[in-house]
């Protein structure tokens, strides 16, 4: 289930009266088949415009990871030893990292020992197959985000991450596609250490037609936090977004500051947060994997979001960090406008990185 099933109205079903006669109920169905149709076509449509927008997102990415590809193996027929070394600087250089690029690497000699003979022309849809099998198992120790959300009570998602990487952003364009969607959307500005980032995040909780919290710079961000979720208790509001300050001044002092804004909600609502997303700049590459490993240490971190992802060759990351840390990758951000930040599907986006490889 999407972070967006949670709030979706169900469609009423057509009722046909009791008293309607024959001709009637023909013309409703011959109708109802006519609408049928129609939604399936603008579905078909909507589908194959999101991969397209997928693909030129990650076009750099799939050039350069397939540019290196293409010239490791140039002029070799088969996948022996020294293929596999040169695959190995591949998926390294291409940020997937270490851990995950071993991995890969003895799937494809497992298969090589078993085939016995593989021929590079094979090399792309092996390495398809793997890398999503791969982050497919990386998601099956997780839950799923299906949620049970409770009557009155808001959702509560805290987002955490370091300056620079896309997390007001991101948490503007989520109020603004949930708002979209008829959602009563309510956002804490606890960064209260960067004035600037408490505007900017007003002109986007203003752009969303959201309701944002506020208070003075250097201000407690606990503080914030459970002013925000008061206000969104006593409004009936559908979601929370909370914003925090993303500095890694030191890990002991980042898991301070979050564990008291976490106890400090659940004062108000016992279980919040229900999600804590960490937010990462793709384009940093390895950096990104030094960010995830301290916010995991600092705080139970339960999905990712992987942003500027359309800038960058160094999309091989979403690959490596899905892998490594076991946390589900909940949104990727493909560029600057508010619908460019999409749920995450691996399948999708191996079917975007690699095509119709054969």
């Known amino acids: 289930m999407g972070f967006f099933d949670l709030f979706k109205k169900k469609k009423e079903e057509p009722t046909v009266a009791a008293e309607a006669n024959s001709e009637e109920i023909t013309t409703n169905v011959a109708e109802g088949d006519v609408a049928t149709q129609s939604e399936e076509v603008a579905s078909v449509e909507e589908i194959e415009a999101e991969r397209k927008e997928l693909e030129a997102g990650l076009e750099k990415t799939k050039e350069g990871f397939f540019g290196k590809l293409k010239r490791a193996i140039a002029g070799r027929t088969t996948v022996d030893a020294d293929v596999l070394d040169d695959l190995e600087e591949v998926l390294i250089t291409s940020d997937v990292g270490v851990d995950t690029t071993v991995k890969i690497i003895e799937r494809i000699e497992q298969r090589v020992a078993r085939d016995k003979y593989m021929n590079t022309e094979e090399l792309h849809s092996i390495l398809r197959d793997e890398i999503a099998e791969l982050m497919e198992e990386s998601h099956r120790s997780t839950k799923d985000f299906g949620i049970e959300v409770k009557e009155g009570m808001p959702y509560v ?14 948490i503007g364009k989520l109020a603004a596609q949930l708002t979209k969607a008829g959602r009563k959307v309510y956002i804490g500005a606890a960064d209260t250490f960067r004035a600037a980032a408490i505007d900017q995040l007003g ?26 979720l008061r206000s969104a208790v006593a409004n009936g509001a559908d979601v929370v977004l909370i914003d925090t300050a993303g500095r890694l001044h030191n890990k002991v002092g980042l898991m301070k500051e979050l564990t008291k804004i976490r106890n400090v909600m659940s004062k108000v609502i016992p279980d919040a947060p229900h999600e804590v997303m960490l937010v990462l700049d793709g384009s940093t590459g390895q950096n990104a994997f030094e960010q995830a490993k301290h916010f995991t240490e600092a705080t139970q971190v339960t999905s990712l979001t992987i942003t500027k992802l359309d800038g960058t060759a ?5 690959i490596g960090i899905s892998d490594k840390f076991h946390i589900p990758v909940r949104y990727i951000g493909i560029g600057e406008g508010i619908d460019q930040l999409k749920m995450f599907d691996r399948k999708e986006f191996v079917r975007a990185m690699f095509g119709n490889a054969k």
Do not use: F, H, I
């Open 314 to 318: 160094k999309g091989g990351v979403v």
């Open 203 to 228: 002109v986007w909780a203003e752009r969303a037609g959201a309701t944002m919290v506020r208070q003075e710079m250097g201000s407690d961000p606990a503080s914030v936090a459970y002013d925000t």
């Open 157 to 170: 998602l805290m987002v955490v991450g370091v300056n620079g990487a896309g997390k007001t952003t991101t």
